[in-house]
């Protein structure tokens, strides 16, 4: 029964590079049990990814990790810039491949949502002085004033964007997602509520999306376009209900740069699915009529919304978060028609 219903689901795909066995992604969650100091992931971090992987789970996308001390946003998130995080990685990915696993690293940089105490001492940084409204996660302390980054400091972050890509592939992994949504760093280049430069990373639309672009050709050249993801959202940590003024437009502007850089794997990010943004259409159907490679779909699905969306052809895998959380037995309750253990906030506070 199960097995049937969810048929569209486990059905094998080709993404990119990768040939997985079924379509169900592993959405990237940020979990908190790196070594705050370290920024390290230890045994309880690599059993919690090979489960997921025994289950069966297609892709998995790690929680995000850190391209240096300053990209930090809370405490205990892993980093991919020094030696020993590569090699704690090293020993999730060999987990995860011996069962049968494909699992590729989320690079991550917060930008603004931050305070200097979490960032390694250093203010915050983010393409104009201005401050976010809210609080440090698990922190506590409201978000600081972010310093305006000069040219040479966005050289040397796409720099170490693409050092923290070579590092993941050194670390096993089978490529590498960039973190380009939510109101993060590269977010912050691309809205104009974060971006009032007058150089050539602000103006337009098409201007803002300069520093995505220029990091994607980094991390595009460390690990090829077939394996590189990107995601990317109106959707802000500190301002969840944004739309962009524009959305058919704005959405537009993305998949060209996308196109221009050749990659063919696509992750546009929303909490609500089904929620019409423009023209009477949801995200992943506007994105879908205006790209050609393939689309992971995300945002508060179940299995029977995922295949439904699969078989319409509006996503070709689905990304499933807080659900992979509450059941590290996914694929298997769906194989065998069992019920979902439902997402309880408690789910959160160990790593099971
Ligand atoms: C605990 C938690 C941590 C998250 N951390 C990240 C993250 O590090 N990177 C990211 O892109 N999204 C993150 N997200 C968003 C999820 O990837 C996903 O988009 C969101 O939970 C919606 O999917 P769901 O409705 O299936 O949970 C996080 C979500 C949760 C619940």
Known sequence: MGMIANEALLKPVKLGAWHLRNRVVMAPMTRCFADDITGVVGE???????????????????????????????????????????????????????????????????GRLTHHE????????????????????????????????????????????ALAARHAMLAGFDGVEVHGAHGYLIDQFNSDISNHRKDGYGGSLRQRLTFMKEVLQGVVQEVGAERTSIRFSALKDDQPDYMWDNPVMSIKEFLNLFRELDLSVIHPSTNHFNAKIDQGKTLHEIVQENWEGSIIGVGNLTPAKASHAIKKGT??????????????????????????TPYDSKHLSSLF
């Open 44 to 110: 309880d971090v690599v059993e919690y990814y090979r489960k997921r992987a025994e289950d069966g789970i297609g892709l998995i996308i790690t929680e995000g990790i850190i391209i240096s001390p300053r990209a930090k946003g809370t405490i205990g998130v892993p980093g991919l810039y020094s030696k020993d995080q590569i090699e704690g990685w090293r020993r999730v990915t060999d987990a995860v491949h011996k069962a049968g696993g494909t699992i590729i690293a989320q690079l991550w940089h917060v």
């Open 315 to 340: 996503i070709n895998l689905a990304a499933f978060g807080r659900p992979l959380l509450a059941n590290s037995d996914f694929i298997n309750k769906l194989v065998h028609g069992k019920q979902l």
């Open 118 to 161: 979490i960032a390694g001492g250093l203010p915050p940084q983010a393409p104009s002085a201005i401050a976010a409204k809210g609080h440090v996660h698990r922190f506590g302390k409201p978000f600081e004033k972010p310093e305006e980054m000069s040219i040479s400091d966005i050289h040397e972050v796409i720099d170490q964007f």
